[in-house]
């Protein structure tokens, strides 16, 4: 971690702070605005009005210049301070955040929607607002999550499993335009050679994970981690006994879907059903 000075010739008002702590390790890295966004992958006039003050950016975006500047646990720090809530970056998500950058290979299973990992920004920005997001704070998070799919990307990108449920396939976006995007990028997706993709139909029937959306990360020292999320809460979970009977779980639901060839006809045949114009 870059070394730390005192407050003197600095603001103590916290937003403040947060802006003038992301100009100096900017500094001291060397990055202009337009280097950062290249190696990030969000525009670099989000990093000019965050360093401006004139917004805090959102909790991945954050997570992301703390691991590039190596001063992961300050900057969090100063960003929570600065958005006066602590509970807006819940330990359990912030841990897993930095994990799933960690991961040798990862396994998601996705009941209604597609994984962050392969959402297009149309889906995204709807996803989102329908969870009451608007405004710039909206465009920050969709940017952020949209950023996240350089994760999967390129040659050292790791080996990534998914199980979508069909009703992923079947809760459509109000745009039909945007809605053959998403589903056109999942087929490109599973075209991928690091990425193998599963539908699991509707008459599969009940199973273990029927309302469970989990990911699995598979870490440096060998060990696995998974992150639960159900309609209330998320959990990450590292305790080896319940990871493997969640591992179990997924296996078995794994044996239920359609194997990666007849998964992706299957995707396709649902983009065939999408009209091409929007709706009146």
């Given at each position: 971690?870059?070394?730390?000075?005192?407050?003197?010739g600095?603001?103590?008002?916290?937003?403040?702070?947060?802006a003038?702590?992301?100009?100096?390790?900017?500094?001291?890295?060397?990055?202009?605005?337009?280097?950062?966004?290249?190696?990030?992958g969000?525009?670099?006039?989000l990093?000019?009005?965050?360093?401006?003050?004139?917004?805090?950016?959102?909790?991945e975006v954050?997570?992301a210049?703390?691991?590039?500047?190596g001063?992961?646990?300050?900057?969090?720090?100063?960003?929570?301070?600065?958005?006066?809530?602590?509970?807006?970056?819940?330990?359990?998500?912030?841990?897993?955040?930095?994990?799933?950058q960690?991961a040798?290979?990862l396994?998601?299973?996705?009941?209604?929607?597609?994984?962050?990992?392969?959402?297009?920004?149309g889906?995204?920005h709807?996803?989102?607002?329908?969870?009451?997001?608007?405004?710039?704070?909206?465009?920050?998070q969709?940017?952020a999550?949209?950023?996240?799919?350089?994760?999967?990307?390129?040659?050292?990108?790791?080996?990534?499993?998914?199980?979508?449920?069909?009703?992923?396939?079947?809760?459509s976006?109000?745009?039909?335009?945007?809605?053959?995007e998403?589903?056109?990028?999942?087929?490109?997706?599973s075209?991928?050679?690091?990425t193998?993709?599963h539908?699991l139909?509707?008459?599969?029937?009940?199973?273990?994970l029927?309302?469970?959306?989990?990911?699995?990360?598979?870490?440096?020292d060998?060990s696995?981690?998974?992150?639960?999320?159900?309609?209330?809460?998320?959990?990450?979970?590292?305790?080896n006994?319940?990871?493997?009977?969640?591992?179990?779980?997924?296996d078995?639901?794994?044996?239920l879907?359609?194997?990666?060839?007849?998964?992706?006809?299957?995707?396709?045949?649902?983009?065939e059903?999408?009209?091409?114009?929007?709706?009146?």
């Open positions: 971690m870059p070394p730390r000075r005192g407050v003197t600095r603001s103590k008002e916290p937003r403040k702070r947060f003038e702590e992301l100009q100096l390790l900017r500094a001291q890295k060397g990055d202009s605005l337009r280097k950062l966004g290249e190696v990030l969000w525009d670099a006039s990093f000019g009005k965050m360093e401006s003050g004139q917004t805090l950016g959102s909790p954050v997570e210049l703390g691991q590039h500047y001063a992961g646990e300050w900057l969090l720090t100063l960003w929570e301070l600065a958005a006066g809530d602590p509970t807006q970056f819940k330990e359990q998500y912030r841990r897993y955040m930095a994990l799933e960690e040798m290979s396994w998601k299973y996705s009941v209604r929607r597609p994984p962050g990992l392969l959402q297009t920004a889906y995204a709807e996803a989102l607002a329908a969870g009451g997001l608007k405004g710039e704070a909206l465009d920050q969709v940017d999550r949209v950023g996240r799919r350089k994760l999967l990307e390129g040659d050292d990108a790791p080996p990534f499993r998914v199980i979508l449920c069909e009703a992923v396939l079947r809760n976006l109000r745009d039909p335009r945007e809605w053959r998403q589903l056109q990028h999942l087929v490109e997706a075209e991928r050679p690091n193998i993709l539908v139909p509707f008459g599969t029937g009940l199973h273990g029927d309302s469970t959306d989990v990911m699995f990360l598979r870490l440096l060998g696995t981690v998974a992150y639960v999320e159900t309609d209330v809460r998320g959990e990450l979970i590292e305790e006994g319940r990871v493997e009977r969640l591992q179990r779980t997924y078995a639901v794994r044996d879907a359609l194997s990666p060839t007849e998964s992706r006809k299957f995707i396709m045949r649902v983009l059903e999408v009209p091409c114009e929007p709706s009146t």
